[in-house]
């Protein structure tokens, strides 16, 4: 069967038709499920992405602007930001989804900031991304837009890297350029204001000052370069040959 007509007003009509079901059989199954799921291991002493994400969200629920909205550029940190960011509100996601293209997030952080000045605005990337147009800093300071750009720092192409491991027997090419940037210094030139950060007490303490300045601000973050996204599927296989470790 198929329905021609406003959608908002179609589904109105059908909705009384719809009977309620449980499916508890599907829910249990589910939930068995969920108990087999990938769940990182927790290390305060260093930074995993998956608490620094959660860090930020806790940190985001505290402030006093309006509800943040989350940029990203492509990589691993897109995918982590994907999986352990707490949303609020729809529309508070952007990202290159389709497309993929490294270094699309600072320019859509500043366009986010400008069309919504009164929402505190993140820029999530890695340092892989990052390089693509961090000197769009300089726009950044010039309009005032206090942008907060978190920057996973594995030092290499996290998510490259990350196939080459998995699915090449480690034979990496390309996907370690060791990157020396000293991200704190480039901002302060360009106007704005640095962190660096190597643990998570670290990072919380540079996310709630980072939260009180009116200039661009750069959180630093360095990562194991062996930290992986999980779980994976690799193109063309099936959830029957999940990646879990």
Not at 18 to 40: F, G, S, T
Not at 64 to 88: C, F, N, P, S
Request: charged residues 25%; negative net charge; contains cysteine.
């Amino acid at each position: 069967l198929h329905v021609i007509g406003d959608v908002k007003k179609a589904l109105n009509y059908m909705l009384p038709l719809v009977e309620k079901n449980l499916h508890p059989k599907w829910m249990k199954q589910i939930m068995a499920w969920r108990m087999q799921d990938y769940c990182p291991v927790d290390d305060e002493s260093v930074i995993k992405p998956h608490q620094l994400l959660q860090a930020l969200s806790d940190a985001m629920e505290n402030d006093t602007r309006e509800d943040a909205i989350y940029v990203t550029d492509v990589g691993q940190h897109q995918m982590w930001a994907a999986q352990y960011l707490k949303h609020r509100n729809p529309r508070s996601f952007i990202s290159s989804g389709g497309l993929g293209t490294m270094g699309f997030g600072y320019g859509a952080a500043i366009g986010a900031q400008i069309a919504c000045p009164k929402n505190r605005v993140v820029h999530i990337t890695g340092d892989g991304s990052f390089h693509m147009n961090m000197n769009e800093a300089c726009t950044a300071v010039s309009y005032q837009l206090p942008i907060i750009t978190v920057i996973m720092n594995n030092s290499v192409l996290g998510m490259v890297r990350q196939w080459q491991d998995e699915f090449y027997d480690r034979r990496f090419a390309a996907s370690e350029p060791e990157r020396k940037t000293n991200y704190v210094k480039v901002i302060e030139g360009f106007g704005g204001k640095g962190f660096y950060c190597t643990n998570l007490a670290e990072f919380k303490e540079a996310i709630e000052l980072a939260l009180k300045e009116k200039v661009p601000t750069w959180i630093e973050c360095v990562i194991d370069r062996e930290e992986r996204v999980l779980p994976m599927i690799a193109a063309g296989k099936t959830v029957d040959e999940i990646v879990m470790k």
